[in-house]
């Protein structure tokens, strides 16, 4: 069955960096599209970030773009996200996705932004 399991998040201070990871399992990786969200306290799952099959960057939301940056390794199944700058607003559980699915969500991982 679809799998997806993030790892990578933390305690982190303004200004700092995070290198998220996702490990996908129970279909053709290379073949779809990948999304990173992220849900704040209290606050919808909103998308912050899409690649295409190829590596290409395809989106990334207003209060994400310029600081953080997504990449994928087909032959691992794995879709990164890379995070610089980091804000408190940033603070969230960071969950990955295929980008047509919409479910089987992982635990994701919790990233803390905070002094």
């Known amino acids: 069955q679809v799998q997806f399991v993030e790892s990578g998040g933390g305690l982190v201070q303004p200004g700092g960096s995070l290198r998220l990871s996702c490990a996908a399992s129970?279909?053709?990786?290379?073949?779809?599209?990948m999304n990173w969200y992220r849900q704040r306290p209290a606050k919808e799952r909103e998308l912050i970030a899409q690649?295409?099959?190829?590596?290409?960057?395809?989106y990334f939301a207003d209060s994400v773009r310029g600081r953080l940056s997504i990449s994928r390794n087909n032959a691992l199944n794995t879709v990164y996200l890379q995070m610089n700058s980091l804000k408190p607003e940033d603070t969230a559980i960071y969950y990955c996705?295929?980008?047509?699915?919409?479910?089987?969500w992982g635990p994701g991982t919790q990233v803390t932004v905070s002094s």
């Open positions: 996705n295929r980008y047509d699915l919409g479910r089987a």
């Open positions: 129970g279909f053709d990786f290379s073949s779809y599209a």
């Open positions: 690649i295409g099959t190829s590596g290409n960057s395809l």
